[in-house]
């Protein structure tokens, strides 16, 4: 079993940065494939990013790489999300996501590919 839990999420002003952090326990960290998506409200879940147990190169969702970066702290335990030039419609639910298998990179931004979840955290972009 896995445990996640994502911190770092809050209230910034537009043009802000925000940095979230993923925590997990359980088997160990490396053989993780660890994601973030966002959700707005009523809508599905959106991918943000992901980095491979394979590699540390980090995939990103259509339009917001140049903004957001992915980075693993393999000392904590840990897969940072830094967000730059927030904007008010990045204004979502932030979750971490988890997987012991090994994913194609077509099938990292699949919701339904990952086994753990973190309960969310909320990225509010207002003035």
């Known amino acids: 079993q896995v445990q996640i839990l994502e911190s770092g999420g809050g209230l910034v002003q537009p043009g802000g940065s925000l940095r979230l952090s993923c925590a997990t326990s359980?088997?160990?960290?490396?053989?993780?494939?660890m994601a973030w998506f966002r959700q707005p409200p009523g809508k599905a879940r959106d991918f943000v990013g992901a980095?491979?147990?394979?590699?540390?190169?980090?995939s990103y969702g259509d339009s917001l790489k140049g903004r957001f970066a992915i980075s693993r702290d393999n000392a904590k335990n840990t897969l940072d999300l830094q967000m730059n030039s927030l904007k008010p419609e990045d204004t979502r639910v932030y979750y971490c996501?988890?997987?012991?298998?090994?994913?194609?990179?077509?099938?990292?931004?699949?919701?339904?590919?990952?086994?753990?979840w973190g309960q969310g955290t909320q990225v509010t972009v207002s003035s």
């Open positions: 980095m491979k147990r394979t590699s540390g190169v980090p």
């Open positions: 996501a988890v997987t012991e298998r090994t994913l194609m990179t077509s099938d990292l931004a699949m919701n339904d590919e990952y086994e753990y």
């Open positions: 359980g088997r160990a960290y490396s053989h993780y494939t």
